[in-house]
């Protein structure tokens, strides 16, 4: 069966509001992990059109790459290293308007100019792996909106990893 979204909003702030209950919806029905990372970066990347989303998964002291859509990507990334190791490493969720500003940053791709990772979490708080967003635009991410909707987004994901 073919999966729909279906999104009339045009300011980012409402396009957030109008996915979260279909994003619902769609993961409501889905027991498999990997399916259901998968369709969250599909549904990320159509709605929003960013150069890359994807999530990384924590295994040992690295992130490995999971689900993602866009460009061939960094496999793994060591705890505390770049813009996503060191958003494990604090906990925090991380929005950088210049990927060339950030100390350490590590580039997968030229074509990131600003990202925003969040880190993701089992239902028991423990960080099993991170949302990682890139833009090919500076400054394409916000404290105000993404922020929020990221992390409220990755909320619904926290049961999938305590199954």
Do not use: K
Not at 3 to 14: D, G, I, N, V
Not at 100 to 119: N, R
């Amino acid at each position: 069966m073919a999966e729909h979204l279906y999104l009339q909003a045009s300011s980012r702030t409402e396009r957030y509001r109008e996915l979260y209950p279909q994003l619902q919806g769609l993961l409501s029905r889905e027991t498999n992990l990997i399916a259901n990372l998968a369709n969250t970066a599909a549904a990320l990347r159509q709605v929003f059109g960013f150069f890359w989303v994807g999530f990384y998964l924590v295994e040992g002291d690295q992130l490995v790459l999971g689900p993602f859509q866009g460009e061939i990507a960094c496999t793994r990334i060591a705890r505390g290293r770049g813009v996503c190791g060191t958003s494990w490493h604090t906990g925090q969720t991380l929005v950088v308007p210049d990927v060339d500003a950030f100390p350490g940053h590590i580039a997968c791709s030229s074509s990131s100019c600003s990202e925003i990772v969040v880190p993701l979490r089992n239902t028991e708080g423990e960080i099993v792996g991170v949302l990682d967003i890139d833009s090919d635009q500076l400054s394409d991410f916000t404290e105000e909106v993404d922020r929020p909707a990221l992390e409220q987004i990755v909320e619904l994901l926290a049961p999938l990893f305590s199954r």
